[in-house]
């Protein structure tokens, strides 16, 4: 028999791309990744099961997009490993264009997924143009820090 999926609330704000991160121990629901474009979303739901399937833990995502301008809870695709996902995204080292891209909107996902782990969700103009800004002059280390920096101030509140 089959285990049922819990449901999935749809994310807030405009729809973009929305992964999110089912965590049993607490029957809650975390923004994973989110960014306005598909493939960065769904690399980073590769990578992030990835590490949590070797932690131990149970994998369960939901996968939210904008269709016809509203929201729509799309089927999540089986992961892929995160050098395959990087493959299809990014095939051989002669599109660099292309992964600077790619990496430009991992920062901006992981800059957002903080920013939602702190509990802002709907930014303004000004706030987008901040984290534009950041995903632009930062590398990836440090905007993890940052993040990570964004989610212990959320756990302290």
């Known amino acids: 028999m089959q285990k ?17 991160f089912h965590r049993p121990d607490r029957d809650t629901w975390t923004v994973g990744a989110e960014s306005p474009y598909r493939a960065p979303v769904l690399y980073a739901v590769g990578d992030m099961t990835q590490t949590l399937r070797a932690r131990g833990d149970e994998v369960t995502v939901a996968l939210w997009g904008p269709r016809d301008g509203d929201w729509h809870l799309f089927d999540t695709p089986t992961p892929k490993a995160p050098a395959a996902a990087a493959e299809q995204l990014a095939p051989g ?15 901006h996902q992981v800059l957002m997924a903080g ?32 993040a990570h920096w964004l989610s212990i101030a959320a756990g302290r509140r």
């Open 93 to 107: 080292a002669a599109e660099p264009e292309r992964l600077a891209e790619r990496m430009t909107d991992r920062r």
């Open 4 to 20: 049922q999926r819990p449901r999935c609330p749809r994310p807030s704000g405009e729809p973009r791309w929305v992964a999110m």
């Open 115 to 146: 920013l939602s782990k702190a509990g802002l969700y709907e930014l303004s103009d000004e706030d987008g143009e901040a984290v534009r800004t950041l995903t632009d002059r930062l590398d990836e280390p440090t905007v993890r820090r940052v």
